[in-house]
């Protein structure tokens, strides 16, 4: 089988290029990336080229789109601006990226009817909004859409499109919804890889609001493994929450995260709230567990200490992403 990975030079996207190209010794892999300053050619040092090819092209673009689908049987698609804060700063490339990209990708699959039998679609928890903390209720694949940043609009308009597009056209399609990811090839903008760098330089480490906001963390290999089991016994046309089950308020990552360094909470320094900032995310996975035979092997516990690990030990990694925007 070959698959096109779009997106596969960011941090799941990476992860999960590795982690196929492991488990699945008989695949080819394409990779479609625009190497925007999220995409980095080093988060696959390493890999086994004889199976992976790399077509440096924009999604944005319905020629790179054609391109790279060349020859593809199953499409997996992360490329996407991602960050939330950026969204806030300047939402039009979200929307030209997560919203147009995808419409090219779903028209070059129609194309290609025949010829691809999956397009799997990855989206996010943030689409469902914002719960609050002390509510039992958590997300899962019937909760309504509520989008409050500029990003989760995007990959509304986004999921909306593959869903509406691909039920239009009758073609195959998945969709997943995952909670916050961490591990490694992480980039240092994000929360856990940005206290984890700070920390190690003795910078101080901004936490938004009071700190309580929180999110159900999933170690990204576990979401990999999710995005595999929604390939293999998926149902088509089928949507599934994955989540780590393991909500965790901001404040407590950073001091695990401190405890882990050994490195004193004096380093906590508050900061003024992001607009609009989201107090909980949580998702209940039962139906891809009940499903797909799915579930989390990390816990918070081993995974953070894993992804410290590899902070400590990838210093070269990520030392020279700090300045680069
Ligand atoms: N990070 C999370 O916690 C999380 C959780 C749930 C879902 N997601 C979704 O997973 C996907 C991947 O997230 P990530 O954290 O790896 O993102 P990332 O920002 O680390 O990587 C995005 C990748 O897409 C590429 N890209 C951006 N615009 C492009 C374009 N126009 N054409 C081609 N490539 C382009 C970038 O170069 C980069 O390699 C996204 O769709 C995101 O919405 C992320």
Known sequence: MKLLVTGGAGFIGSNFIRYWLEQHPEDDIVNLDALTYAGNPENLKGIDESRYSFVHGDIRNPEDVSRAMEGVDVVVHFAAESHVDRSIDGGRVFLETNVIGTFNLLEEVRRREKQIKRFHHISTDEVFGSLELDEARRFDERSPHDARS????????????????????????????????????????KLIPLMITHALQD???????????????????????????????????????????SEVPNIEVVKAILRHLDKPETLISYVEDRKGHDRRYAIDSAKARRELGWQPQYTFETGLKHTVEWFLANRDWWEPLLNNN
Request: with cysteine.
């Open 150 to 189: 500029p990003y989760s609009a995007s990959k509304v308009g986004a999921e909306q499109l593959v869903r509406a597009f691909c039920h239009t056209h009758d073609l195959l399609f998945t969709i997943s919804n995952c909670s916050n990811n961490y591990g490694p090839y992480h980039h240092p903008e």
């Open 203 to 245: 910078k101080s480490l901004p936490v938004y609001g009071d700190g309580l906001n929180v999110r159900d963390w999933i170690h990204v290999t576990d979401h990999c493994r999710g995005i595999e089991a929604i390939l293999e016994k998926g149902r088509v046309g089928e949507t599934y929450c994955l989540g780590g089950d």
